[in-house]
């Protein structure tokens, strides 16, 4: 690539950009400012740049003392380690214009002659999540009162929110999963909390003050982990939305198995595997049970499959570690508070109905094979449960033979080039 004058490279990865100068921040700041920068490249392929690159950014587009950005976030290209979804959350939060795969830098070339930044500077921190904080409620008589960090998700998804509450409080009668789904979104949305504690150091706000990523971003999901399920047919519902609302109700769910935990009283004896496996059927009921019209097969009941049927991420992320998901967030003070709404009850979720039918399914897949190895108690969770809906039928993961082959959409394909392919093995 022939040298540029008007475009600087951050990062010590031994990366050749033809001449392209190696920056430090301040000279990035000095040459934005001066108007003569018209692209950035940060390199954050090891963990030094990836912390290097945080505090570029947010020199550039978090620094109270400069009210109006130098250069606008659509400017800017990232580099990170391949299949590194986290550093490409990380950095996609501020609202750059990409993120490149090691394995893709064939492309950067390509991507860089395509950037076209919108004119208008915007105010800095024009993308970052609203951060108004107020004093919420105290948890005790002698507790410091609560400190809400208020977050907005974008008007189309407190829309398809607003249906789900309206839906599962129609069906509570059904399962206490229900109303309680329902009554947590609700204050959720209401107090402007988030439940997205895990994705809060990934994603931030993007596009339209969304805070759990950008739709850009779920329409990359769109094309892998959601690739099996069609679009609603009546185009009630855009794909980019669901998969917004279904990162908040994943998050939620994990909020009912702690539940169980610090209102019930009882201390998990399962797998974080199990939670999540467990976890996977309740999202795909309540899904069922608000567009029954279109998520009624086994698709809905495979959509975490992209990170439960990996061996390397379960050791990575200590999937058999006994324990609740959300044990890590019990401290935050806003949880506490959030779970002491839901009404008195002995457990508040339980194991999936269906787990010999999933154990059944695993046995044929070889890619499952290693969540067997150890027999079926790493994927039970032994909590106390009776309040179960009604499923269809159709909602099971059938056998192969019982499979219809023919009508099934096509698998996604491996990215080669272009974005961060976010089909990784990583919890959603």
Not at 320 to 342: H, K, N
Request: proline share 8%; aromatic share 8%.
């Amino acid at each position: 690539m022939p040298p540029r004058r008007d475009v600087l490279y951050f990062g010590a990865g031994a990366v050749e950009l033809g001449g392209t100068p190696r920056a430090t921040i301040p000279s990035v700041v000095r040459a934005a400012a001066s108007g003569a920068l018209r692209a950035l490249v940060v390199d954050a392929r090891s963990d030094d740049d990836l912390f290097g690159a945080a505090e570029l950014l947010r020199a550039l587009y978090d620094d109270p003392r400069r009210p109006q950005r130098v250069l606008h976030p659509r400017c800017v290209l990232a580099i990170v380690a391949t299949g590194d979804v986290e550093a490409a959350f990380a950095l996609g939060r501020w609202g750059i214009a990409g993120v490149i795969e090691e394995r893709a830098l064939d492309s950067l070339a390509e991507q860089l002659a395509r950037l076209r930044p919108p004119p208008s500077p915007l105010t800095t921190p024009a993308l970052a999540p609203p951060r108004s904080t107020r004093l919420g409620p105290r948890l005790g008589a002698d507790s410091p009162p609560t400190v809400a960090l208020a977050y907005r998700h974008a008007p189309q998804t407190c829309d398809a929110l607003a249906r789900y509450i309206r839906v599962l409080r129609a069906h509570a009668a059904e399962s206490t999963v229900f109303a309680d789904v329902a009554a947590l979104i609700e204050l959720m949305l209401e107090e402007g909390l988030t439940c997205q504690t895990n994705l809060a150091s990934k994603a931030g706000a993007a596009h339209e003050g969304q805070f759990i990523g950008s739709f850009e971003f779920y329409r990359e999901l769109r094309r892998t982990r959601y690739a099996r399920i069609s679009d609603h047919p009546a185009g009630t519902i855009a794909m980019d939305v669901f998969i917004a609302v279904d990162e908040v109700l994943h998050e939620v769910l994990h909020l009912l198995y702690l539940a169980n935990e610090l209102r019930g009283g009882i201390a998990p004896r399962s797998t974080l595997l199990a939670e999540e496996l467990s976890l996977t059927w309740w999202q795909a009921v309540v899904h069922q049970r608000v567009f029954p019209e279109w998520l009624a097969d086994r698709h809905i009941l495979e959509i975490n499959d992209d990170f439960l049927l990996c061996e390397e991420n379960a050791e990575r992320r200590g999937f058999w570690t006994i324990g609740s998901v959300f044990d890590r967030y019990a401290g935050y003070p806003w949880v506490p508070y959030v779970l002491a709404s839901l009404p008195e009850r002995a457990s508040y979720i339980g194991e999936r109905a269906d787990l010999a039918d999933v154990i059944a399914s695993y046995e044929e897949r070889p890619e499952a094979a290693f969540l067997l190895a150890a027999g079926r108690a790493r994927l039970e969770l032994p909590a106390p449960f009776a309040s179960y809906p009604r499923v269809p039928e159709t909602l099971r993961l059938a056998r192969t033979e019982d499979q219809n082959i023919t009508s099934t959409p096509p698998p996604p394909a491996p990215r080669r080039s272009g974005l961060a392919n976010t089909a990784s093995a990583s919890t959603p």
